[in-house]
Each structure stands twice: as structure tokens, then as C-alpha cells.
């Protein structure tokens, strides 16, 4: 009797540890945050991020971790203090000013951005900058000034993300138009587009469904005046190739599959919001996440690449012809303590300690 008592107890307390390893992360309306970064803060390894249910299913063993995302304070919590695993994370505070609406033809936005490649748990690679870009409103055209502060381990590696990656920042340093419809245009479209569905959830969050499948959320948080989207975008992108891409896009596709596993590809965009709209002016911010294992040829071993990009809107307004080149000429030094000292002036979620320290290093070589 007293073995089986004792076994009981065995199996209960292992189970209780199982269940405390997954953690659930939530806004202040309850609902789920996806794609928050997980770090164990006692040795700065990264664990994982939150799915679209918010969920990380295991913290590996770590009894402290630390929740950053780009749109929300970050937090340290202890697992085992959790109240059934949930974290609740409150929106960061951004020093943006409102957009004052203004009889003129271009919408001034500035953006700041970061990009990092880590290799297993190295850093390989970061790239920061400031961009000034001019939207035309008639013509809904944007067009761009960039100024760059990188960072490379190895030569090789800085010109392929300079030339291959280099293409992805550009184009999501911009301000998102609307001329190709994209899971972005929901928040900004009065209407849907084509093979887009939104189910509602709850009275502030919908279900966003591409031809019958789940690919993401979006909520209005009509409290902090936010519209947040959250993309599972490696599941929304494979079913766009395979019913519309063409021959050579499906080859491609059919290539990076057999190079890599694991793959994993988020996107997550903040658009202030009024009233119930939002327009290309509003734009906030934007994470994109990579995540994948691919093998190494060279050095015969398996490696796990996370590449990560941020954009922060950091100032806009409604300016003429005039005012806008005179913007567009303003400029940061490109130095590693003047963004540092930026991010700082304009409340920016800093950069996880343990990243941090490995991109000073990189910086003083």
C-alpha cells in the first residue's frame, strides 16, 4: 500500500513538473500573445518563441525566463510561480507622436530597424538603420532613403545577407502599401481580400483564414488604440505557391525543402487605430521571424539558423513637397552608441542581455 501511495505521488509530481513547463503569454484582454521571444535569464539562452495560441509547450528546464516581444514591456518571471503558466505582458509605451490630419500630399514617416542572424547560439550577423520615407497619397507610392550601421562575423557572410537579405529589409523598411493585396491589407482594406476569411472570435479578436485554412489572428485593442496581426506566414506562403505560384517559385519551394527542416516564418504588424480604421499612415511596427535547421556541408553537422527583423515607426507627419525632401535629408550617425542612445530616446524593447553582449563583441572586432 504505502509503495503504491508513494508511486502515486512520484507520478503526480512529475506530471505537475510537466505541465509547469508551458507557459501561455496574454495581453491585458486575455488574449493570446503570439511569437514572444523566451530566454532562460539565468544563462541568456534563447528557448523559443510563443505560437499563435501564445504557447511555448516546454522551457527546457529554465526556472527563470525572461518574455520579450516587440509590441509589449518585456518581463522576468519564475515558471514555478506562474498562475496555471500564464504570463500577462502590457503594451510598450512607444514615444510616437499623433499623426495630426493635414490637408498635404505625403505622409513623412521614419523608421528604425534591426535585423540579427544567429547560428546555433552564436551571433553572426547585425544590421541597424534609420530609413526616411516619403508616401505620395494620389500616386501610393513610397519612396526611401536608407542609412545603415552593420556588423559581420565573417566577410562571406555580411555580402549574402547584404545582397539576399538586404532586398527583405528594403522592402519592409517601407511603409506598406496597398497595391498588392497581402495578409497586411486586412487592417487596412475596407473589404477583404480574395481567399481571405475573418472569423470572429471574441468581440475584439478574429480568426484571419486564407482559402478555409488558419493562418492568424487580428485584435483591436481599442484601449491602447492598437490593431495587432499576428501571420503564421511559412504556412500562408507554401499554400499561396502551391495554388497560384508559378513553375519557378514551386521549384524553389520544392528546393528550400529538401535544404532545410523545421522551417518556421512569422510575421507580427501593430497599426494604430481610430475609430475602428486604420490607413497606411498608421503603420507602427513589424517583427518578421525566421527559424530553420539546415545541414552544413563543410563541416558535416546540422545548424539552426533564427534571423530576426524589427521596424519601429519612430516620428511621421502629413508634410508637402517641400518638407518632405528637407526630411528625407535628415540623418542619425551610424554608430553603435548614437542607435543605442536612440532606442533609448524613443523607448524601443531592448535588445535581450545576452544578444547584447555578443553584439559588442562583434562591434569591437
Not at 55 to 65: E, L, M, N, P, Y
Not at 188 to 198: Q, R, T, W
Request: charged share 25%; net charge neutral.
Amino acid at each position: 500500500m504505502k509503495r503504491a501511495i508513494l508511486m502515486a505521488l512520484i507520478a503526480l509530481t512529475t506530471t505537475v513538473n510537466v505541465i509547469a513547463q508551458s507557459i501561455q503569454t496574454v495581453d491585458d484582454m486575455g488574449n493570446p500573445i503570439a511569437y514572444a521571444s523566451v530566454t532562460n535569464a539565468d544563462d541568456g539562452k534563447f528557448i523559443g518563441t510563443t505560437n499563435l495560441q501564445g504557447v511555448i509547450d516546454d522551457v527546457k528546464g529554465a526556472k527563470k525566463v525572461q518574455i520579450t516581444h516587440i509590441a509589449f514591456k518585456p518581463q522576468e518571471v519564475i515558471v514555478s510561480k506562474l498562475t496555471n503558466g500564464v504570463i500577462t505582458l502590457h503594451e510598450n509605451d512607444y514615444d510616437l507622436p499623433e499623426i495630426v490630419v493635414e490637408k498635404k500630399e505625403y505622409v513623412y514617416a521614419q523608421i528604425y530597424y534591426r535585423l540579427f542572424c544567429m547560428i546555433d547560439d552564436t551571433l553572426g550577423y547585425y544590421r541597424s538603420g534609420i530609413t526616411n520615407n516619403i508616401y505620395d497619397i494620389e500616386k501610393n507610392t513610397v519612396s526611401t532613403k536608407y542609412y545603415h550601421f552593420s556588423k559581420a562575423q565573417m566577410g562571406i557572410l555580411k555580402f549574402l545577407f547584404d545582397t539576399m537579405l538586404g532586398k527583405i529589409i528594403n522592402q519592409h523598411s517601407q511603409l506598406p502599401t496597398l497595391e498588392h493585396p497581402s495578409a497586411t491589407t486586412l487592417a487596412l482594406e475596407g473589404g477583404i481580400p480574395k481567399n481571405f476569411s475573418l472569423i470572429k472570435e471574441s468581440p475584439n479578436r478574429k480568426r484571419i483564414d486564407y482559402n478555409g485554412t488558419h493562418i492568424g489572428y487580428m485584435v483591436d485593442d481599442e484601449m491602447n488604440h492598437q490593431r495587432r496581426i499576428s501571420i503564421d506566414n511559412e504556412v500562408y506562403s507554401k499554400l499561396r505557391i502551391e495554388s497560384y505560384g508559378s513553375k519557378k517559385q514551386k521549384r524553389r519551394l520544392e528546393e528550400r525543402e529538401t535544404t532545410t527542416t523545421n522551417k518556421k516564418s512569422t510575421r507580427y504588424i501593430v497599426f494604430h487605430m481610430d475609430e475602428g480604421k486604420c490607413n497606411v499612415e498608421d503603420f507602427v511596427l513589424l517583427q518578421v521571424h525566421d527559424d530553420y535547421d539546415r545541414y552544413d556541408n563543410k563541416n558535416h553537422k546540422n545548424e539552426h539558423i533564427r534571423l530576426w527583423l524589427e521596424l519601429f515607426v519612430t516620428d511621421r507627419a502629413y508634410v508637402t513637397k517641400e518638407e518632405a525632401k528637407e526630411r528625407k535629408k535628415s540623418r542619425i550617425p551610424m554608430t553603435f552608441e548614437s542607435l543605442q542612445q536612440f532606442e533609448h530616446q524613443h523607448n524601443i524593447t531592448p535588445i535581450p542581455a545576452n544578444t547584447l553582449k555578443a553584439l559588442k563583441k562583434l562591434v569591437e572586432k
